[in-house]
């Protein structure tokens, strides 16, 4: 989403890098350049002037205290980093549970914004964290709303309390309650209620969202908006705010293509924290929303700290632990092992995000979006159609064996040689590390003897000429 945000950020910075020694006159152009870029970027005019007012003040102050010699670009770097961090809500906060259980989350928001899928992905993701979530389908307006909570509920593994059809029929306020009592009487330590939303702001949509909020007391409102629908989604998210009132903001559709300036908008004019963020269509895409980290991706920093999260949780520990004594063992790595990381790799969601989320992401633009995510898929295939022995043993994969694995993973014989080639290659590496000869490092490079001088070969001795004045000038 902030692609375009990003890359005119970095135009800045490169600029000011350029410099050397910083003037004011440098600052006022880096600010301006800031200034065009969030415009563009559909950030509120209030925020943008507010915020370049911060870090244009706050660069001259800065100004005087760097020596010269110093990297001045990048104080000024760290003046915008925090104000950006500043102006996406500070630091992430978490939901306040509720002291006796269970904790009531009520979800608000537009009809279109992915709320009831939020629902299931919010209920998942405390579900995955030892918590007892249930889902409550008091949206009885919309369309086959229920039978869609019950659809995503089942795939999250969450159970959902819906004693209505809905499609205009029952009570969403007596549904709610109800819900709470069956949570209580079941057990569950965290109740998500999910409500129904209209096209636009309406009095029929406040009066029945607030009905509800009067009726089950909520320990957290939450405010779902689609982040792609730019300045609407501010004004709509202070009509709730002046309406029902909320405590924090669920971002949705972070992976579109929008300008994101609903995202650095909504936080500063709502003085509300965004607390979590839906990033794709699965229920894993989907977590709670840290400031900095985004600050950092914006500015081409990448976030590291979300990618070693998730390979965290993607990355069974015990295969971990067994992969890395199998390693210390001196053992094989096997296609065995390499089909189980791709498991692993596979959970973490696409390569393009994971890539994304490496620093200098912003330069590898083109190369992350013409990645082919089917390549993980393809390579899966031919390994899944080898035998025990052959993912074993890779000498034992002749011409005919070939031909089977490229038929059954319905690739060519090359595209399993190739895969061959490269896992042997990589076996090879492997070995060379574990046996302390490092990477394969040019000769000459630091830690290595220099390489070895060329001799020449030795000449082989010319005949000389037999007419005696020839054989005066050979002899000099």
Not at 69 to 84: K, M, P, R, S, W
Not at 340 to 352: D, I, R, T, V, Y
């Amino acid at each position: 989403m902030f692609d375009t945000l990003s890359s005119k950020f970095a135009g800045a910075f490169s600029a000011l890098r350029s410099r050397g020694k910083i003037s004011e006159k440098d600052i006022d152009a880096t600010t301006a350049d800031i200034r065009l870029a969030l415009l563009e970027a559909d950030v509120a005019l209030d925020v943008v002037e507010s915020f370049t007012a911060r870090i244009h003040q706050k660069s001259l102050e800065v100004l005087p205290t760097l020596q010269s010699g110093t990297n001045q670009a990048q104080a000024i770097f760290d003046v915008v980093n925090q104000e950006l961090t500043q102006i996406l809500g500070g630091g992430a906060r978490r939901v306040r549970f509720a002291k006796n259980p269970p904790t009531v989350i009520m979800l608000a928001g537009l009809q279109g914004a992915g709320k009831t899928t939020l629902a299931a992905k919010l209920a998942k993701f405390y579900k995955d964290q030892g918590d007892t979530p249930i889902l409550v389908a008091s949206d009885l307006q919309r369309p086959n709303a229920v039978n869609q909570l019950q659809v995503v509920g089942e795939a999250a593994g969450v159970p959902v309390f819906a004693p209505e059809p809905g499609n205009g029929v029952g009570n969403p306020v007596k549904v709610a309650q109800d819900g709470i009592a069956f949570a209580k009487s079941k057990l569950h330590n965290i109740v998500i209620v999910d409500t129904a939303g209209r096209l636009g702001v309406d009095e029929e949509l406040m009066k029945e969202a607030i009905a509800i909020r009067d009726a089950v007391n909520p320990d957290e409102i939450l405010f779902v908006v689609d982040s792609m629908i730019g300045q609407d989604a501010v004004r709509t998210a202070k009509s709730f705010q002046d309406g029902v009132g909320f405590d924090g903001v669920v971002l949705t559709k972070l992976d579109g293509d929008a300008r994101g300036g609903a995202a650095l908008s909504i936080a500063a004019l709502t003085g509300r924290p965004i607390m979590f963020a839906s990033t794709g269509e699965k229920l894993v895409d989907f977590d709670i929303f840290y400031p900095e980290r985004m600050a950092s991706r914006i500015l081409g920093m990448g976030d590291v700290a979300t990618l070693a999260e998730q390979a965290k949780k993607a990355f069974d520990g015990e295969s971990s632990k067994k992969l890395e004594e199998k390693f210390i063992a001196g053992e094989d790595f096997t296609l065995d092992d390499f089909l189980e990381q791709l498991e692993a790799m596979s959970k973490m969601g696409s390569m393009g995000k994971l890539l994304g989320m490496l620093p200098g992401a912003g330069q590898m633009k083109k190369q992350i979006e013409n990645f082919d995510e089917s390549e993980i898929t393809r390579t899966k295939a031919i390994v899944q159609s080898m035998t025990p022995l052959e993912r074993r043993d890779l000498k034992v994969l002749n011409g005919s064996r070939r031909a089977r694995i490229a038929l059954g993973a319905g690739r060519k014989v090359s595209d399993v040689n190739a895969l061959v080639d490269k896992f042997s290659a990589a076996q090879k590496m492997m070995k060379q590390m574990r046996n302390g000869g490092g990477m394969a490092l040019p000769p000459g490079m630091p830690g290595l003897p220099p390489a070895p001088k060329k001799v020449a070969p030795p000449q082989k001795k010319k005949s000389k000429s037999g007419n005696p004045a020839k054989r005066a000038l050979e002899n000099g």
